[in-house]
């Protein structure tokens, strides 16, 4: 295929592109911000009846019995569940073949069965004509508890007497085979040469332990769907998520249906970050739809988002470096212990394989600890389990960086990883932008300028994989020559606009004229869901091929209609021109398009791919931050966001991925963390006290888009929605720790944590 | 033959903690059922949240992913997004 080569060859020849690289306005962009955009609370049925869930009000306990008989009977009441109204799921049911997950555990967490392990742990569901009288039947759920003591941390959880969440649960990994029950669900370790004896030739090693809080993905729209079983069992779900058909397979293997028996419909999102890619109400809803024949509405508010989804680990970090007097590093280790929640499988392994990835040693060892607690189950959230890796690993380098009296980034640069350089889980990378990053960031006019008293900066960088995986695209050619493109993956973060603006280059047409679709389950083959910063990538590849599929088609038509061979068509700008004689005039797509029923028919292109080459992503930020040394308030001065992007599709939303990712990972260092009380019980239940950043606290997020162009893809395209959160815990903690003269290894570095830290010091 | 890499926690679980493996095969399929019958048992567990990195290139889904004859294999955990 011609096209595929020219692409590349684009990108080498630094030849413009057409369409890639522009800024149009986002298709969905008016419905959005007119309101007329439906997200998962917009959706009504006729007939619809209305969802709540009854809480666990305990961290850790036995459900010795529910009495539902006063709920039922209430008036306007349709239905009543409980964990014992799902099938029964066998603890050893781990995969099927579109997600890999425990679907044991998952159950267990969507309601609980014989046991609650969290504060807020759905244990019934009920039914009625409104909410209100939905509410007031929760209330009458009758449940006797025994309750147990809640581990609430991992070091309480790890110790040998603490009370075991999950009887039987045995530790993975240990060099001698586990014994009894732990709350440590596995030991991992990654491993490069011998970096115990490659200490002993170090000068210099720097040694400090870091903890982090458990945080949410913070996403502004709630959990939210409806519901509907048909008499002959066809079931219909509405709800926001970040993929249909992950929602299908879920709800498929939860409630014990054949996925040809769902259709879900994807709404628009409002927001999800990892944390809408699985299921808490819809199979709630479909069970209670079920039982009382009506369409059932479930939206969750703030305080159970809080305290029943999400969130990401918090934990504890042990890193150490050591180098020469030049800044040459010789050896690393990095040991962490990671909350999972109430069910095994925290990101501690990712974290393990990303912290040193931007750093070219041969020595180098991470050992991961997944460790269950009192909390709810971690769900994933960008670049999951990397940010907490990287806060403890380039603290450290910045630390390093102070001892050795050498500048943070030059110390990077001198040992980043390359294309070559073999990370710690053993992969050696192809082609990367990391160097490119920290010399971008180097040359920016920000990190000249100079800084005032009670002000620091701090850099760091970040590694992040990017995924690809399964992904379909339909290109359909209307008989006016406009395009619709039809994938499986809600748009996140202006995915549409991507998928557009790729198929106006291959098509050569008007991005205006293309019409992008996110379809529903029936109408496309499967995609993998939105995640993984996989989709402008994977997704955008079978645009790509779909849309190469449609332009061979209309060279066959008008090949046809000339009596040449294919190899005289000619596609560019739209337009089909043949090679071999000027006789014919050249066809437009919309002439081409008019005539299709005489040429054989609806013209598409269709794709559907296993992506290969997805392109790792780098970043490097840097942060200068004003301390109050009596308040202890930071104020977040200025701050640059450094990223190898590949190519940029549409800046403007890669940019936006930069800022987004940044400013999340700021309210992680310095606001946001999970508050419980000494019975396990969450206490910051809304975004009053869940201090989630606002635009007033931000100044301008200043972007810098470097493009290293992934051989892997048509254009050139690595990921960029997760790595933006990976470096910004260091960058703020380091550019603090200068400011006050003390290093920070606590997040978050609320006012009342750096006021108390001053204390201690002086 | 292809160098196969497995997980600590794996290695420890099935193989007496032997991490690398020479195995003679076209594809992963070939690599993890040598792997069974040597190691009873490890062919569900490779099955099961892994991923598998193939000269550098990361596949979620192997089965079929064809090895060289001097290929590095790493099965790595599987790659979560968000």
């Not at chain 1, 781990?94 to 069965?113: C, H, L, P, W």
Request: glycine share 10%; with cysteine.
């Amino acid at each position: 295929m011609g096209n595929k080569k020219n692409h590349l060859d684009a990108i080498k020849t630094n030849e413009k592109f057409r369409f890639i690289g522009t800024r149009p306005i986002r298709p969905d962009g008016v419905d959005k911000v007119t309101g007329r955009a439906n997200f998962g609370a917009d959706f009504s049925a006729n007939g619809m009846i209305h969802g709540r869930v009854v809480r666990s009000p305990y961290a850790h306990a036995k459900i010795k019995s529910i009495n539902i008989e006063k709920a039922l009977k209430m008036k306007g009441v349709k239905a009543v569940i409980t964990g014992q109204d799902f099938p029964k799921i066998d603890p050893s049911d781990k995969v099927v073949g579109e997600v890999t997950v425990s679907f044991y555990d998952m159950s267990q967490n969507v309601i609980a069965r014989d046991k609650v392990f969290y504060d807020g742990h759905a244990v019934a569901a009920v039914a009625a004509t409104s909410t209100k009288i939905a509410e007031e039947a929760a209330a009458l759920i009758e449940v006797e508890y025994e309750v147990l003591p809640a581990v609430m941390t991992v070091i309480e959880a790890m110790k040998k007497n603490a009370p075991v969440l999950h009887k039987g649960m045995k530790t993975e990994g240990l060099e001698s085979g586990p014994k009894r029950s732990s709350n440590i669900a596995t030991r991992t370790e990654f491993r490069l040469g011998d970096p115990a004896e490659a200490f002993k030739d170090a000068e210099v090693i720097v040694e400090r332990d870091y903890t982090t809080q458990t945080v949410h993905q913070g996403y502004i729209e709630p959990h939210a769907c409806v519901a509907e079983i048909s008499a002959d069992g066809m079931a219909t779900i509405w709800s926001s998520s970040q993929g249909q058909f992950m929602v299908r397979a879920l709800v498929a293997k939860l409630c014990a249906m054949n996925t040809s028996k769902i259709k879900v419909i994807p709404s628009e999102i409002g927001g999800g970050f990892g944390g809408k890619t699985l299921v808490y109400l819809e199979p709630l809803a479909l069970l209670l739809s079920q039982q009382s024949g009506r369409p059932v509405k479930m939206v969750m508010t703030r305080e159970e988002v809080l305290r029943a989804t999400g969130p990401t680990s918090g934990g504890h970090a042990r890193a150490k470096i050591g180098a020469k007097k030049d800044g040459t590093l010789v050896a690393a280790e990095l040991e962490m212990e990671y909350e999972a929640g109430a069910f095994a499988g925290s990101p501690v392994k990712l974290g393990c394989m990303t912290g040193f990835s931007p750093y070219n040693l041969e020595h180098v060892s991470c050992i991961g600890w997944d460790v269950v607690v009192n909390r709810p189950k971690a769900a994933a959230y960008r670049a999951p389990g990397a940010p907490v890796a990287a806060f403890a690993v380039e603290s450290a380098m910045d630390e390093l960086a102070e001892k050795l009296d050498i500048d943070p980034l030059e110390l990077r640069i001198k040992n980043a990883a390359v294309e070559g350089t073999r990370a710690v889980y053993g992969v050696k990378f192809p082609k990367i932008g990391c160097l490119e990053t920290l010399r971008e960031a180097q040359a920016t006019e920000h990190y000249q300028i100079p800084l005032g008293p009670n002000q620091g900066r701090g850099v760091a960088s970040g590694f992040w994989f990017n995924i690809g995986g399964q992904s379909s695209a339909s290109v359909i050619v209307n008989p006016d020559g406009t395009v619709i493109v039809a994938t499986g993956n809600p748009d996140i973060g202006g995915s549409r606009a991507s998928m557009a603006l790729m198929a106006a280059e291959v098509l050569g047409i008007d991005y205006k004229n293309i019409k992008p679709l996110v379809a529903d389950t029936e109408s496309v083959p499967f995609s993998d869901l939105t995640g993984g910063s996989r989709v402008t990538f994977a997704t955008g590849k079978a645009v790509v091929e779909a849309a190469e599929d449609a332009v061979n088609d209309m060279k066959r038509r008008a090949a046809k209609v000339w009596d040449v061979d294919i190899d005289q068509v000619e596609w560019k700008d739209g337009i089909a021109t043949c090679i071999e004689t000027d006789i014919h005039k050249p066809m437009t797509i919309a002439e081409i398009a008019a005539m299709a029923g005489k040429t054989g028919g609806a013209i598409s292109g269709k794709a559907n791919i296993n992506a290969k080459g997805a392109g790792a992503a780098f970043a490097t930020h840097i942060c200068d931050v004003e301390v109050d040394p009596e308040t202890g308030y930071v104020q977040v001065l200025r701050y640059t966001a450094v990223q190898d992007v590949g190519t940029a599709i549409h800046p403007s939303y890669v940019e936006g991925q930069m800022q987004g990712g940044a400013v999340q990972g700021i309210g992680w260092a310095l606001n946001e963390e999970y508050v419980y009380n000494e019975e396990g019980l969450l206490q910051n239940t809304g975004f009053l006290d869940y201090r989630v950043p606002v635009a007033s606290d931000m100044p301008m997020i200043d972007t810098v888009i470097v493009e290293v162009p992934n051989p892997g893809h048509p254009y050139g395209v690595r990921g960029v929605g997760e790595v933006p959160i990976v470096p910004p815990l260091a960058a703020v903690a380091n550019a603090v720790s200068h400011a006050i003269g003390i290093r920070m290894a606590d997040l978050p570095m609320s006012p009342p944590k750096i006021v108390a830290t001053i204390d201690a010091a002086s | 033959m292809a160098r196969v890499n497995l997980p600590v926690e794996v290695a420890r679980s099935y193989c007496h903690g032997e991490r690398n493996h020479d195995i003679a095969a076209s594809d992963i399929r070939a690599i993890v059922k040598t792997l069974e019958l040597q190691f009873p048992g490890i062919g569900e567990r490779l099955n099961r949240g892994l991923a598998v990195a193939i000269d550098g290139e990361i596949f979620q889904e192997w089965l079929l992913q064809e090895v060289e004859v001097n290929s590095e294999v790493y099965f790595l955990p599987a790659i979560e997004g968000g």
